[in-house]
């Protein structure tokens, strides 16, 4: 719905996607979180696409809380979502009017840069990369 102009009706499934994670999680940690780290980030997009700056920001965080756990466990897994992840906070944060400069430095701590995850798998990563550099 959001690729199609409607944003507000992608919400609602976002937000249901995150609740179920959110349940699958406390039962089985390992397995879900994953996908629980993925769902907040989704949800931040979706929030700051709507111009709902404050939530989207609530949202990314909550990701960037999850996946340095993923990705010190296994970093060659999740270290890549980490980057990106932390690519689109900083994006969130521009988009709210969060200075640049405080939104950019964060994202090249935990994980070094976006361009070590795109070294990992080239194909995968050069279309967000590429959008990054737009900014």
């Known amino acids: 719905m959001s690729e199609r102009g409607r944003p507000a009706e992608a919400l609602t499934p976002v937000e ?3 609740s ?3 349940r699958l999680s406390v039962a089985n940690p390992s397995a879900h979180a994953p996908n629980l780290a993925s769902s907040p980030s989704n949800l931040g997009i979706r929030f700051s696409e709507m111009g709902r700056h404050e ?3 609530t949202a990314e965080q909550e990701a960037l809380q999850i996946y340095p756990h993923l ?3 296994n970093p060659d897994a999740h270290k890549p979502d980490l ?3 932390l690519g689109t906070w900083a994006c ?3 988009e709210a009017r969060v200075e640049l400069p405080e939104a950019y430095g964060p994202s090249r701590s935990p994980c070094g840069s976006t361009t070590s995850s ?3 798998a080239p194909a995968r990563y050069l279309p967000d990369r590429a959008e990054a550099l737009r900014l």
């Open 55 to 57: 939530e989207a920001l």
């Open 20 to 22: 179920i994670r959110r």
């Open 83 to 85: 980057a990106l992840s």
């Open 16 to 18: 249901k996607a995150v």
């Open 92 to 94: 969130v944060r521009h």
């Open 71 to 73: 990705a010190a466990g």
């Open 118 to 120: 795109s070294l990992c």
